[in-house]
């Protein structure tokens, strides 16, 4: 058990490792988001499956830390777009504007 708890903790290392750097060469906010939102998420994941089987009496608190990561990852990293879209920071190479469709424009002052 003690083996595989090491092996989760090392892919758990390399998802954030992997995530800040996807932060640091991503061009703009858009992808750095993705980068960022996925890998620690995943990352997080293994960590705490790494600790569960590390420690198997926190397995159930673990459980309502990876609920709690799976619900609010997602948010944050949309209003965080949201938020990169109304300041109108918009990457020059934006194939499809899919907001601009429904009549969400970004503030154009």
Known sequence: MEIISYIF????????FLGGLGILRMPDT????????KATTLGAFSLMIGIAFAHPSWTFKLIVIIVFIAISNPIGSSVIARATYKAKNI?????????????ETHDNN
């Open 30 to 37: 858009f992808n750095r988001i993705q980068a960022g939102t």
């Open 9 to 16: 903790l090392v892919i758990g290392g390399i998802f954030f």
């Open 91 to 103: 990457p020059t190479n934006l194939v499809k504007d899919d907001l601009a469709d429904r009549g």
